[in-house]
T-cell receptor, first 113, second 114 residues
Framework: DAGVIQSPRHEVTEMGQEVTLRCKPISGHNSLFWYRQTMMRGLELLIYFNNNVPIDDSGMPEDRFSAKMPNASFSTLKIQPSEPRDSAVYFC???????????FGQGTRLTVV | AQTVTQSQPEMSVQEAETVTLSCTYDTSESDYYLFWYKQPPSRQMILVIRQEAYKQQNATENRFSVNFQKAAKSFSLKISDSQLGDAAMYFCAYRTIRDDKIIFGKGTRLHILP
């Protein structure tokens, strides 16, 4: 199993541009999570899906952030327009519904200049 | 709301020695899971150990063990015979059995001194 795959690994963009982060969960996993990691706030849960349906998006910071999961094998997190304060590492994780642990991707380091 | 607190932002330990990382949490739930994740410089989040709250026996994985005190809402991680490869950020995490949200502490950076 290849694990959770995120792309790109690094992204540098200018303020105001649209950014799309991608995630392929582990096959057979029913839950998918998007986390943001910063020095100041640690790991924050942004949104999670069960069976492709968004369950809780209360962690999404503002309307500039949106996430989709069109099928069981793909999810995107979009920021539009991006701002320097969005600079962080964004993690995607997936979990088989009846298991207890989540498996993380290697993250996307986003820098907005 | 559930919270997870790691009071030690950084710790150091001599190679081959034992170190304990602290974690406390706040919840009104009776059934839940607790985890310790390791994040080395590669950025990968790796599950180290997990504990089900209904189990009284402390979980153990090789050199890693926990001290789970349910009444005190404490969940510390002990690393025995520390190795250079143990140097990383360690995150304590919590999840209720009722939903999928995993809540993380702010992390403890562990340095291993050769």
């Amino acid at each position: 199993d290849a694990g959770v795959i995120q792309s790109p690994r690094h992204e540098v963009t200018e303020m105001g541009q649209e950014v799309t982060l991608r995630c392929k969960p582990i096959s057979g996993h029913n839950s998918l999570f998007w986390y943001r990691q910063t020095m100041m706030r640690g790991l924050e849960l942004l949104i999670y899906f069960n069976n492709n349906v968004p369950i809780d998006d209360s962690g999404m910071p503002e309307d500039r952030f949106s996430a989709k999961m069109p099928n069981a094998s793909f999810s995107t997190l979009k920021i539009q327009p991006s701002e320097p304060r969005d600079s962080a590492v964004y993690f995607c994780a997936s979990r088989r519904h009846m298991n207890t642990e989540a498996f993380f991707g290697q993250g996307t380091r986003l820098t907005v200049v | 709301a559930q919270t997870v607190t790691q009071s030690q932002p950084e710790m150091s330990v001599q190679e081959a020695e034992t170190v304990t990382l602290s974690c406390t949490y706040d919840t009104s739930e009776s059934d839940y899971y607790l985890f310790w994740y390791k994040q080395p410089p590669s950025r990968q989040m790796i599950l180290v150990i997990r504990q089900e709250a209904y189990k009284q026996q402390n979980a153990t994985e090789n050199r890693f063990s926990v001290n789970f005190q349910k009444a005190a809402k404490s969940f510390s991680l002990k690393i025995s015979d520390s190795q250079l490869g143990d140097a990383a950020m360690y995150f304590c995490a919590y999840r209720t059995i009722r939903d999928d949200k995993i809540i993380f502490g702010k992390g403890t950076r562990l340095h291993i001194l050769p």
